[in-house]
């Protein structure tokens, strides 16, 4: 996300942070510990569980010193930012696993605590897997994806052949690595809809923005067939991600006029249960928190007004995330 993204009032986060100072996003966060303008919560689909509809990124954290990244990872967690997804440093998420194991050595049971495996074969997923709780600190995880089942390496006749990682992630479930186990990625929705006639999951999390649709459409493809399943459904991606890549995580490739909208949007869609942002400091989560217990849907002539400015992004953005078929 940008720094420069505008609050409701036009005020950019820079000056958003500087007029208000540090001890607002600690006002956000003790008034939610309170009790008072909680995060609203939503029921993730089949696995029974209510969630915050707004989840923490942790990708960010991981590219920040671990002293910023453990004491943010608790402002989070103060202000009712309890679903927390992460990954290994190989997949773009720096040392974010590894900074969010000292927070949880004293907070598990608040979190709602999210992994991914990306490696087809299932023996290797099952290593990688203990290797993240391993870095947690933890025994188990609520939530483990098979994760960016849209990319090459993740060929269906792969991951869920006897050997492959859907498979293997039974097994994690079975044995207590897991509560509950999901398939994720940002491209093919086909392969999404191979996934709810091959695999028995839980959570489905797919890239899903304003010029997203325009380009994979997952929220009409894909979504209503899995909410039928009852299964969860998270969105990632709502500002675009960073533009740099992994090894630049700061910024959001969505203008910072269009991220409120975003946000609404996403948090608009009826199957929804959470929206994951990659939330990089203070000040940003301060405006998050504000965003969402300020939210309302977009009507149908604000989506109207946006339309033209979003599918021009999207033929700007083409197949930003990868192949679409």
Known sequence: MSEHTQNPDGVSRRDFLAA???GTA????STAAGGE???PQKVLGRTKVKVPVL??????AGYRPEKEAVAFYHQCIDSGVTYLDTAPEFAGYGKAQVYLGHVLKERRK????VTKCFEPDGEKALQLLKRNLAELRVEQADLVYAHSIGDDKMAPEKIYAEDGVCKALEKA?????????GVSGHCRPGRFLKALQEWDF???MNAVSLVARHIYDFESKVWP???KKNVGLAAMKVFGGAPGGAKKPKGARLPADLQQSALRYALGLPQVSVVVLGIHDDAELAQDLKWVRDFKPLSGDERKDLDETTRKLAREWRAVYGPVA
């Open 110 to 113: 608040e979190a709602f605590l």
């Open 37 to 39: 303008a909680a995060l």
């Open 173 to 181: 479930r079975r044995d207590g690595l897991t509560r509950f186990v």
């Open 55 to 60: 989840g923490l990124g942790t990708a960010p």
């Open 202 to 204: 839980d959570v489905m």
């Open 26 to 29: 600690l006002a956000l966060a």
């Open 225 to 227: 067939v899995a909410a």
């Open 20 to 22: 208000a100072g540090a």
